[in-house]
């Protein structure tokens, strides 16, 4: 144990192997839109502005929510590695862009609640293929609930018989992007290329034939046509994450909410595909709200279900760690 450790404070080594791990985290359009910054002994994380999709998300609202899943990540890959972290939102409300601040103390308790989330950040993917429905759904949804509970983020499940009014504004925003130069442009940057460390590859992506199967998904540039999973129809259950108000803070916490439903479904053996798009604008989130029981905001819709045998879908890449983690004092 070096003089860092015993003061409580992980070593530099440390942070560097939990922040590689966390960096597995989803994203909006797989921008990875964080940065973060060691001080010695606090670590700082950033929102990166220059990651900003400004026609999808001219707000910052989905980066916000992509960085608040990071900031999960880290909390549990700092866990795994003996460190407790403890969390201060928004830190300094004159710096906007300053998301959070992680203090540590050392934790040497057991994992017994955690360990298969932390085991399921590098198996997570995003599946965008049609999916076979999830079995042992009633103990799944109920387990998910609670774990979005400690961050004031509501989970309802979308009925079978409302699906077809999410496709419907499913098709209604995409409709309303369609024309969207700007919007389009941005989308065709971040998606659809090869050899490249952020953005969605062209692996992840499905043609025009597998995406007409599947009722609720953004519509993408397709990949070349392929027919993985045959006839699959979409079998999905649809839930939605939502908060009681629109802050920074709520974004975050829904980011955080985000990954810890999408590990625990990973770490029960379920597919997922997180969509943010459904409420980026006004008339396809207040159909949305419509559907769910308290009046919250909607923030994420997420399908949940079963990757067939043999097709899992392809880990995306990742930014090198020299990208987003700087290590220098922020003290005068």
């Known amino acids: 144990m070096n003089a860092s450790d015993r003061a409580g404070t992980p070593e530099l080594r440390t942070v560097r192997m939990a922040l590689m791990l966390a960096c597995r985290a989803p994203s909006v359009h797989n921008t990875q839109p964080w940065r973060w910054v060691f001080d010695g002994e606090r670590l700082h994380l950033f929102s990166d502005i220059d990651r900003l999709l400004r026609s999808a998300d001219p707000l910052g609202r989905q980066l916000t929510i992509s960085c608040g899943a990071m900031l999960d990540h880290a909390r549990l890959a700092f866990l795994s590695m003996g460190w407790f972290a403890d969390v201060i939102r928004t830190p300094d409300p004159n710096l906007p862009e300053h998301l959070a601040t992680l203090e540590f103390r050392p934790w040497p308790g057991a994992l017994n609640t955690t360990a298969a989330r932390i085991r399921a950040i590098r198996q997570r993917r995003t599946d965008r293929l049609p999916m076979l429905a999830p079995p042992g759904w ?31 504004a499913t098709d209604h925003a995409t409709a309303l992007r369609r024309y969207d130069m700007p919007y389009q442009t941005e989308l065709h940057w971040w998606s659809g290329h090869s050899d490249v460390k952020e953005g969605v ?25 392929s027919l993985r999973r045959g006839q699959l129809e979409d079998q999905s259950r649809l839930i939605v994450l939502s908060t009681l108000g629109e802050t920074p803070v709520q974004w975050l916490r829904t980011g955080e909410a985000l990954s810890e439903v999408l590990l625990e479904c990973t770490a029960r053996g379920l597919a997922t595909c997180a969509l943010t798009h459904i409420t980026e604008l006004v008339a396809s989130r207040s159909a949305i709200a419509d559907l769910i029981p308290n009046p919250d905001v909607p923030q ?8 067939p045998e043999d097709s899992e879908p392809a880990p995306t890449p990742r930014r090198p760690l020299e990208e987003v983690l700087e290590v220098r004092s922020l003290r005068p």
């Open 300 to 307: 994420v819709v997420i399908r949940i279900g079963i990757t």
């Open 138 to 168: 009633i103990d799944a949804f109920d387990a998910i609930r609670e774990l979005a509970r400690p961050h004031h983020v509501a989970v309802d499940e979308v009925a079978e018989s409302d699906r077809p009014r999410v496709a419907a």
């Open 201 to 225: 590859p062209a692996a992840a992506l499905a043609s025009d034939a597998e995406a007409a199967r599947v009722d609720v998904g953004r519509d993408f540039p397709p990949a070349p046509y």
